[in-house]
């Protein structure tokens, strides 16, 4: 074998031993994709939830590495991510979900309220946020508020009712 054949094998070789590290799954979350798009660096999908449907879609699970890039953001979650243990590959095959490299990324269940505020009394502003929202915190530029509370439980029950 002339040289120029033995860089040839060696590079056909490195290729080979390569190839399982050049077809992971990638695919990439951004607060501005959509959930409908193909997850790449260039359209990526909006939610982890949609990541992880589009790995199971793949084919690629326990077959290829797989990575889900998230970029910087917060993302808001309106019910819990749910992952199967099929969902985290396997030990020569991982699944991973990370964060862009030296980005920070925020996963809340917390929800952004733009409600129209209005002074009650006494100090006190009040709102409809809509009966869909259930408020259990309520936090106002990074500081928690105390939420109204029950007027005097004392009247809404007669003592009789804890009489058995």
């Avoid at 590079?11 to 959930?35: C, E, F, K, N, W």
């Avoid at 326990?62 to 991510?81: N, Q």
């Avoid at 990324?105 to 129209?116: E, H």
Wanted: aromatic share 8%; with cysteine.
């Amino acid at each position: 074998m002339n040289q120029h054949n033995i860089y040839l094998f060696m590079a056909a070789t490195a290729m080979l031993l390569a190839a399982p590290i050049l077809q992971a799954r990638d695919v990439y979350v951004s607060p501005h994709g959509v959930d409908s798009n193909a997850g790449t660096k260039a359209h990526p999908v909006a939610s982890i939830t949609a990541a992880r449907d589009l790995l199971r879609q793949s084919g690629k699970l326990g077959v290829e590495s797989c990575e889900v890039i998230i970029s910087a953001g917060v993302y808001r979650l309106k019910e819990p991510i749910t992952f199967t243990p099929a969902d985290s590959g396997t030990e020569l095959y991982p699944v991973t979900y990370k964060a862009e490299e030296g980005l920070k990324v925020v996963l809340t269940g917390a929800q952004t309220l733009t409600p129209d505020w209005k002074r009650w009394k006494d100090g006190i502003y009040r709102t409809k946020v809509g009966e869909e929202n259930t408020i259990d915190q309520l936090i106002v530029n990074n500081s928690r508020q105390i939420m109204a509370r029950y007027r005097k439980l004392v009247e809404f029950v007669t003592p009789t009712e804890f009489i058995s």
